[in-house]
């Protein structure tokens, strides 16, 4: 009855509201606004139930509540918390503080003591547990505070011995992550850690016995609960990871759990042994049931090996991975794990690839022809064999064969990791991971193959080896020949035989699969490169020559043949000898596939031959160095420009322009480089002779002409700035101002040439507006480049800025041409590395002469293949242009599976555009060009991604574009009418 | 002392009809009916007069429980549900159930129809032997009665093949059947928890082989067929219709797809279509590549591979054909090899096992020259390739489920004597377990402790709680005073005080009593010392409580001690000690001690 009294009371009191005997929690607030408490007061009042409260409190976590009042509404929480019967309530409300108290700029501190004060009263283990999970944000939100910590960590100790999970889990948890890591002083008696009492009641009358988080947390391994014990493990790997060091006793343990009932706590489990095999490798375990004594690394890399083979496959998973990470262990461990003793009737008998690799002694391939070649040969002793491998036997066989995917990914770059830290290992795990190759999955083939081409420097393949990893050549998808081409690429192998059996499969990969012919192209170019000693025996038979007839001259225009010539020239590179045995013809054809396929040909050195300029093999590596100086010096001659009104500035500037960009013609490695400094120095060029004085001091309707190509030039150098800023990678901030200083001054040009020739200053007045606006955006963004702006345009400007804001459009106009005028030169300082974003178009090649028919109002798929250089996050920027003759057009953006990456700053687009018109007459070609989008709120992006979605508003200014890179590429169609 | 049976029918130390009578908390279960391919007496039929001379089996069984499709697990069923007589459940997993009938009923075919046999069980009874079958799916117990549960795991070997747990209260047996713990190209690999059962009834068809990886032999099995068919010749593959075949379809299959290969495969009609039908249904049952694809599409609609006609076979060009039977003993598969033979461009890939005297058989052991019917003489000229594609566990499999299941027990059926007897060695070595291996007919008994279930009250516990510590110790055991009462078949342990109310009985004290005669002279050393001395040596006793009572009597905890006197005999005194049957060590030491004297080792405290 009086808590019904009191319930109307309550309401009574919320409809008035606001009495000014408002009790002393709301006075304590020092609301200045009805902030939300208040209304959160007033509704948790009204509540008659606990589902109500619970149907506000939901409502309730839904707003966000500013820090100011974070303190306010923790306390009206924690009163009604006290007042709460109903334990769901009492949980929401815990774990409402628990997520007010991550508010920003908020320290939760001040709300420490009333949460601890909860602990009390509490008597649901659910609730506690919740309360301390509120203590595990609040203690994680004062991670500097060695008192606070000291208290949780108290409170965790009480609370250890609780019979509820849940609680234990949360105990552990909290001092897993707030739980001293330092070294525990306690032992002396005078360290800060408070003396901890003993994890269980009855240590207190025993005396109080000090221990450290460590051995505490290492009690409940043994824990009835799995989930509590794989909450102490996590707890303990949590303490490893926040830096102390984990003792080794826990050793034993640790390996017990690896036999635990449930998954979790041996998942865990694995990781603990793992980080204490890299705590202590070298230390010695002895070996039960014997006198022997291995390492710790060796001992635990034998257990996780056993979790290979493990029931549960998330478990399987972690060990397969773990095993990648234990580089330390002997080799003859490692070795082990590739061990499988295979036996038939207790027969020993030979795996398969041992018996290739003895076929392949012997000299003699492939037989297979007879039944029961494979019979098992000596007797096995009963005695020795062992089924149940212990330690690591067999454990990557095992990984490797797993029902799950993810077992085997994991194992495959186990695999990899290994083998790229141990030689004699690589070459070991050769025969299994070329086995991978066969996978029922996709993404395993693939990857086994990239792992491969990683340890290949490793290894030297033998015949039948390479005959495997050949077969699947003939694979129908596309990454997967690919990836095998790349690993071609890195492959040594042993006798001439192999190159040509590698030739041959690639020839017929070129048939079946015509596309792949740059490919295959490129492949061999290394496999010759790689085995000129291998070549050369098989050079006439490869060119078909005869030492008596002429033979034939094969066709020119035939893949295979550019194939086999691409192999031969490349291995005649470091071969001199080589070059005595081409026929006539082959020399011609050299001569032309250097000159269309230079990147596959190299430059030879042939005897009697005069070597045209510039292709001469003598331009090594010195010119590259040369190349760069020549850069630097003209980039240093400019700067000697102080005012680009210098006579003679304009033609120093055209000069330097048409030299860098010959340098770059030449110099593919600075090409980057050079084109981003002309690219620059034209920029001033149209700035220069836009603003020639003779013609500024005209009358407007004089100079009609003038005004025009300056508004010309304005354009283009706005367009050229774009370029500037995103068509390169690797520019620094510096460079970054630099361009936009240059856009700037576009603008101010294009400001000025308004002026003059419109009349009116309303339209003005705007256009003034957005102009200081972006002066300002300007400051803003490149506050730490503005002292070297100094005498620039914008140093200049921002000098004047207090008089620009107050004045008139027609004065700043005036001001802006003044500065335009007078600003210096601004030097170009080139970055480290500079790249252009580069795109080729491989497919469709634009030379067929077959129109492509479809019907019209039907839609017809283009197969688009195309390289990318440079590009950062092509994902998102680079998209397909379609241009139709009739100046139509579409952009397409690709899906970004379509994009792969073969290599570093490399990307490849293989996709499909969809094309449709109406009807035409005749056949007629269409555009297909690549362009790279452009944001400039990019920029200012970068800094806020980390902030939540909402801001995703371009920032202002912001312009967005798209600028095309690489050349379009005309494809023939012809649209039909339907055929009704 | 409760203890579990197992008498294996047939599989004892023997491959082919499999058929165990396990009996296990007073329950029997018969596991798996097959019938032995070698024979065909009634030597093929498990003898179920074992069970029971006459009548119907019926009362003798609880449950019948199939592990899988295959014959020799399944071929005895309508025989013994229908002939012999046994009307109580069956059960088999889903697929099984669908498949079986099939082969029974072709089975059935070839004995009576082919064979001409009589006696023999007919359509009708397969069908209803079917009616009595009840499903199962993977992972779900069911009761059979109130205490015989059963539940199925996953066995890989073949679609739908399953382990099954056999539990009674706290005793269980886990049977295998067939099992395969390496994943192939359809099905995944056995599974089972950690469920600790007593006996683990394991086959072990492949107990002394260790196989090398099946990457090899796919990749030789696919390198083979590549080979011949670029080549331009065709490859015969014999095959039974269910299981392997499939294996080898879904492989060619992809590889096919994978090399975009041109060259038709075709599979003999028949029980085939029917089977696929199935292998498409049960999708859950297949492994992970398969059941993540097939929402795009079903790996077991083959794109490559069609139905065969007769005619095909003299097609020019390459090909692919897979063909029943097996073992090149007659049918289809024998009338494509005579035809194919004579081509040294031709190859015929074995699968599987072939027994002697069969036309596959002479082949492989090389023989060039062959001598058909009418006196033909039909020479072998193209290449034969034997390539073993068997789903059991070898050795090391088995050590893997015996790790997995952690039996307390081990049990060896389904495999040869000899080679059971290595694998039995090895088992108790590495895990010191029992292994057993009975022959047909021989019981295998094993002793097991069962707990049993007792229900505490609650106001028992929460008395006992009171006393001890704040948490029950998993680890220590810990006495506590009540009452079991066994009532209906149920055991409940309450306090005395409840069990006396439940039972209307009265509460009776039991006291001991006992006196103890001194002299005088004795006795007054006895007061002398009494008060503070035995209070002294009591306080060794630590912790109980000694109240001196104002009569002189002297009470430590319930025991009393009273001084009297007898008027008889003035020079003796009597000690009366009386205590209470809980406190009997306490009072059975004092009247020692009070008898005997003191001990000196207390006198000189």
Known sequence: ?980 | MPEIKVTPLGAGQDVGRSCILVSIGGKNIMLDCGMHMGFNDDRRFPDFSYITQQGRLTEFLDCVIISHFHLDHCGALPYMSEMVGYDGPIYMTHPTKAICPILLEDFRKITVDKKGETNFFTSQMIKDCMKKVVPLNLHQTVQVDDELEIKAYYAGHVLGAAMVQIKVGSESVVYTGDYNMTPDRHLGAAWIDKCRPDILISESTYATTIRDSKRCRERDFLKKVHETVERGGKVLIPVFALGRAQELCILLETFWERMNMKAPIYFSTGLTEKANHYYKLFITWTNQKIRKTFVQRNMFEFKHIKAFDRSYADNPGPMVVFATPGMLHAGQSLQIFKKWAGNEKNMIIMPGYCVQGTIGHKILNGQKKLEMENRQTLEVKLQVEYMSFSAHADAKGIMQLIRMAEPRNMLLVHGEAKKMEFLKDKIEQEFTINCFMPANGETTTVITNPSVPVDISLNLLKREMALGGPLPDPKKPRTMHGTLIMKDNSLRLVTPEQALKELGLNEHQLRFTCRVQYRKTEFTIFIVFSSSYLVKAWAVLKGYTIQHLPDGTVMVESIVIKVSSSAEEPNTKVLLLSWSYQDEDLGSFLSTLLKKGLPSGLSSM
């Open chain 1, 1 to 980: 009855m009086a808590a019904h009294l009191k319930k109307r009371v309550y309401e009574e009191f919320s409809k008035v509201v606001q009495l000014p005997q408002e009790e002393a929690p709301a006075k304590k607030l020092r609301l200045t606004k009805p902030s939300k408490s208040a209304a959160l007061h007033i509704d948790l009042c009204k509540a008659s139930n606990p589902t109500d409260a619970l149907q506000y409190l939901l409502h309730f976590a839904r707003s966000s509540v500013e820090a100011e009042s974070v303190e306010g509404v923790v306390r009206i929480l924690l009163e009604h918390y006290y007042k709460e019967q109903d334990n769901s309530v009492r949980l929401k409300i815990a774990s409402l503080i628990g997520l007010l108290s991550k508010t920003q700029n908020f320290n939760p501190e001040s709300i420490l003591d009333d949460t601890l004060n909860t602990f009390n009263t509490e008597k649901s283990h659910q609730v506690l547990a919740q309360l301390l999970d509120t203590l595990l944000v609040i203690g994680t939100q004062l991670p500097e505070s060695l008192i606070v910590r000291h208290r949780l960590i108290e409170v965790a100790y009480k609370h250890l011995s609780d019979t509820y999970f849940g609680v234990r889990n949360k105990c552990l948890q909290l001092l897993g992550c707030l739980g001293n890591v330092d070294t525990p002083l306690n032992k002396d008696g005078q360290g800060l850690v408070p003396a901890v009492i003993g994890g269980s009641a009855p240590g207190v009358s025993g005396g109080v016995c000090v221990r450290d988080a460590q051995s505490l947390i290492s009690d409940y391994f043994a824990d009835q609960d799995p989930r509590v014990r794989t909450a102490a493990i996590k707890a303990m790997l949590q303490l490893h990871e926040r830096g102390l060091k984990i003792q080794q006793t826990i050793y034993d343990q640790a390996c017990q759990l690896l036999c635990d009932d449930y998954e979790q706590v041996r998942s865990a489990a694995v990781q603990m042994v793992w980080v204490l095999s890299q705590l202590y490798p070298e230390s010695i375990v002895p070996i039960p049931s014997s006198n022997e004594q291995v390492r710790l690394v060796d001992d635990s890399f034998g257990k996780i090996s056993h979790m290979v083979s493990d029931g549960s496959w998330v478990v399987r998973v972690q060990a397969a991975k773990t095993l990648g990470n234990m580089l330390q262990v002997s080799p003859h461990f490692l070795e082990q794990t590739l061990d499988k003793k295979l036996m038939s009737d207790l027969r020993r008998k030979r795996t398969a690839h041992e018996r290739a690799k003895e076929l392949y002694a012997s000299g003699e391939f492939s037989s297979g022809r007879k039944w029961a070649d494979d019979a098992p040969k000596e007797k096995v002793d009963t005695s020795a064999v062992n089924l149940i491998a212990s330690g690591a036997c067999g454990a990557f066989v095992h990984g490797l064969e797993d029902e799950m995917y993810e077992v085997r990914i994991a194992a495959v770059d186990a695999l990899s990791a290994l083998a790229q830290s141990s030689a004699s290992f690589a070459e070991k795990c050769l025969d299994f991971l070329v086995d991978m190759f066969n996978d029922e999955i996709e993404e395993v083939r693939l990857q086994s193959i990239h792992v491969l081409r990683q340890i290949s420097t490793n290894i030297t393949l033998r015949e039948d080896q390479l005959d495997t990893v050949l077969a699947v050549l003939e694979d129908s998808s596309r990454d997967i020949r690919e990836a095998l081409h790349e690993l071609l690429c890195f492959t040594n192998v042993s006798t001439k035989e192999c190159i040509q059996l590698a030739l041959l499969e690639l020839l017929k990969n070129l048939t079946k699969y015509p596309t792949d012919r740059n490919s295959v192209w490129k492949c061999l170019k290394f496999l010759g490169c790689r085995h000129p000693t291998l070549v050369l025996p098989l050079v006439p038979e490869l060119l078909s020559t005869h030492p008596y007839f002429h033979t034939p001259e094969p066709d020119m225009d035939d893949p295979a043949y550019i194939a086999v010539l691409v192999l031969v020239f490349n291995a005649a590179q470091s071969c001199p000898t080589m070059t005595a045995l081409f026929s006539d013809h082959t020399f011609r054809h050299y001569t032309y596939l250097r000159d269309s396929l230079s990147h596959l040909v190299p430059p030879l050195r042939l005897p009697g031959r005069t070597q045209a300029p510039g292709v001469s093999g003598i331009e090594g590596s010195g010119s590259v160095e040369s190349a760069q100086l020549f850069l630097q010096q003209s980039l240093s001659r400019i700067s000697t420009i102080h005012n680009l009104q210098d006579p003679g500035a304009q033609d120093l500037l055209n000069f330097t322009i048409r030299d860098l960009q010959r340098l770059g013609e030449l110099q593919t490695e600075l090409a980057g480089a050079a084109d981003f400094s002309a690219t620059y120095l034209r920029c001033q060029l149209l700035l220069t002779k836009a603003l020639q004085e003779k013609l500024w001091t005209m009358a407007v309707p004089l100079c009609l002409k003038h005004n025009a190509m300056a508004t010309a030039a304005a354009k283009q150098m706005l367009e050229e700035t774009y370029k500037l800023e995103f068509l390169y990678s690797g520019l620094e901030n510096r460079q970054v101002a630099t361009i936009h200083h240059v856009r700037l001054q576009a603008k101010a040009l294009q400001l000025v040439l308004t002026a003059r020739t419109r009349r009116g200053v309303e339209p003005l007045i705007s256009v003034c507006e957005k102009f200081l606006q972006e002066v300002e955006s300007f400051q803003r963004l490149f506050v730490v480049e503005l002292p070297h702006l100094q005498e620039s345009f914008v140093g200049k400007l921002l000098d004047l800025s207090p008089k620009l804001s107050a004045c008139k459009p027609g004065e700043l106009v005036k001001i802006l041409q003044t500065t335009l005028r007078q600003s210096g030169f601004l030097n170009l300082q080139l970055p480290k590395q500079v790249q252009r974003a580069s795109a080729t178009i491989i497919e469709p090649t634009g030379e067929s002469d077959n129109p492509l028919r479809f019907t019209s109002g039907l839609v017809v798929a283009l197969d688009i293949d195309a390289t990318l250089e440079h590009v950062q996050d092509p994902h998102n920027t680079v998209k397909v242009q379609v241009l139709y003759p009739d100046g139509q057009y579409h952009v397409i953006q690709p899906k970004p599976g379509d994009f792969r990456s073969p290599g570093p700053h490399r990307h490849r687009l293989i996709t499909q555009v969809y094309l449709s018109h109406s009807a035409w007459t005749e056949a007629c070609q269409i555009e297909v060009r690549l362009l790279l989008a452009y944001s400039s709120s990019r920029l200012c992006k970068a800094v806020w991604s980390d902030s939540s979605t909402e801001g995703l508003q371009p920032a202002e200014g912001a312009t967005e574009g798209t600028i095309p890179f690489g050349k379009p590429v005309k494809v023939f169609i012809m649209p039909k009418p339907a055929r009704r």
